[in-house]
């Protein structure tokens, strides 16, 4: 199998939509739609000082993602990433490519000087929380809380 990981680009958006429906469905906190998801996907890939759509590709087909979302700590003093939308289709789990994307990801912020990386985690969710403890995430002491208008 050959793969490979590229930017995301307005062609992806389709199938970056149907990665996107496996990884809500299995999440409490949100619900797939497909249209709020590609204008979603749309805003990163035209602004990408907000952020960048790493896109996994094997076989010819579109197989995973991961985005990073910039923002600049005043704790640390620089840039730092909120990791997001992580997600290896179904059919595809359990073969190495997810550790493939992350290792891309993970290396791609630390070239680009980057002085945290954060995510969420859906809390029943013990696979993933495990799969990132695996590669040095750990649980953070604050507790996350959101405001949705």
Excluded: W
């Excluded at 995301?8 to 998801?37: G, K, N, R, V």
């Excluded at 979603?40 to 985005?67: C, D, R, T, W, Y």
């Excluded at 000087?113 to 403890?133: M, P």
Aim: aromatic share 10%; hydrophobic share 45%; with cysteine.
């Amino acid at each position: 199998m050959q793969q490979y990981i590229s930017q995301a680009t307005y062609a992806d958006i389709p199938a970056l939509c149907l990665l996107l429906e496996h990884l809500f469905t299995q999440e409490s906190e949100f619900q797939p739609d497909a249209q709020l998801q590609a204008q979603g996907l749309e805003s990163i890939i035209s602004n990408p000082k907000s952020g960048q759509i790493f896109v996994l590709h094997s076989n010819n087909a579109i197989i995973g993602m991961a985005s990073l979302l910039y923002s600049i700590s005043t704790a640390l003093g620089g840039y730092v990433a909120l990791l997001e939308d992580v997600i290896i289709h179904p059919d595809c789990r359990s073969m190495g490519f997810g550790s493939i994307l992350l290792q891309h990801v993970l290396q791609y912020a630390q070239d680009k000087g980057y002085k945290r990386l954060t995510l969420l985690s859906d809390i029943e969710n013990l696979q993933a929380q495990k799969f990132y403890q695996k590669h040095g995430f750990f649980k953070m002491s604050m507790l996350p809380m959101q405001l949705i208008f």
